[in-house]
């Protein structure tokens, strides 16, 4: 029985031992575009450069949107065209039109992420464009990107609940997922929590029914902690047989739909967590905090991490004086 269905939930202890699961960093871009500071790009460039060195499977560098509307990540391509990358890192950037995938073609991007939403209320707020027209744009990007071999995922947001309409209903999600791979060809999906709205028998639920479907598409669980579920929602899809998952450096980040948001799901916090329970994320933990409190001076403010705060859980201290 799984640990997330049935009576008497526990935690699961099936293939925990040594089974990989791949962390995808995503602070450098869904983090740093909620702060208010603009980050230097020299000190851009030497954070990714950190988190490279740490064994991370994937970055998501920057975003190609309009520097207008994103001012903070204006400086993308010299970013792309700064850091040093590691052999077997995939260096990713969030393209949201044409015009931004041929910025992205010219940085040298190893991945566009398409983003869209399943709900339509959040779609038309967030994106100003109906889902069929954000379908539309998405589509000729994935063009794009084919003419030029590069990889393309697609991330669906508030696939796990919309702050204006509520529950969506997972066959919309699948509905979806079907056109992003019958008709754009995409390599990966991402099923993101946009708002913090998920929870863990829903995250099984609907990750198994993606994996039992498309089982060679490469699958990313996307998690906010707005609500303090977000390790236990990145278990539930463990359970279910996922093996991505983005997270955010110091567990920066945030949405404007999602009142008190504190960001996405803590890198650091997710890889100590998962270590200690016997799985193989490929990050040194160490190198990990480094660049989290490198990221408190760049932001100028404390992080949420609690891995920050507190240390590792056998971080020991002095006892003491008698």
């Not at 699961?21 to 702060?35: F, K, N």
């Not at 609940?161 to 791979?181: I, K, N, S, T, Y």
Request: hydrophobic content about 45%; aromatic content about 4%.
């Amino acid at each position: 029985m799984s640990a997330w269905t049935g009576a008497g939930r526990r935690i699961a202890g099936r293939r925990i031992a040594g089974r990989r699961i791949h962390i995808q960093e995503v602070g450098l871009r869904d983090g740093l575009q909620a702060e208010c500071r603009f980050v230097p790009t020299a000190d851009k460039i030497a954070l990714a450069d950190m988190l490279s060195g740490a064994g991370l499977a994937k970055l998501e560098v920057s975003s190609f949107v309009s520097p207008k509307a994103v001012p903070v990540l204006a400086d993308a391509a010299d970013v792309f065209a700064g850091i040093a990358r590691a052999p077997g890192v995939v260096y990713s950037a969030l393209v949201p039109n044409v015009r931004g995938a041929e910025r992205a073609v010219a940085a040298g991007v190893g991945e566009m992420n398409l983003v869209m939403s399943a709900s339509e209320s959040h779609n038309l707020s967030n994106l100003r464009m109906t889902r069929a027209q954000s379908f539309a744009g998405l589509a000729d990007v994935a063009a794009l990107a084919r003419r030029h071999g590069i990889a393309v995922n697609v991330s669906l947001s508030c696939s796990f609940g919309c702050p204006m309409e509520g529950d969506v209903p997972q066959q919309d999600v699948l509905d979806w997922c079907a056109r992003f791979v019958g008709e754009l060809g995409v390599h990966g999906i991402t099923l993101c929590d946009t708002t913090g709205m998920a929870y863990p028998t829903q995250v099984h639920a609907l990750t198994e029914a993606v994996r039992a479907r498309w089982p060679g598409i490469e699958l990313t669980l996307h998690f906010h902690n707005t609500r303090g579920m977000g390790l236990a929602n990145v278990l539930a899809a463990i359970d279910a047989g996922a093996d991505r998952f983005d997270a955010s450096l110091g567990g920066i980040g945030g949405c404007p739909y999602a009142p008190g948001a504190t960001g996405n799901v803590c890198t650091e916090e997710v890889v100590h967590a998962l270590e200690l329970m016997g799985y193989d994320t490929g990050v040194d933990l160490a190198r990990l905090l480094q660049a989290a409190v490198r990221l408190q001076d760049l932001v100028g403010h404390e992080v949420p991490s609690q891995i920050v705060k507190a240390g590792r859980r056998l971080d020991l201290h002095p006892r003491p004086a008698a």
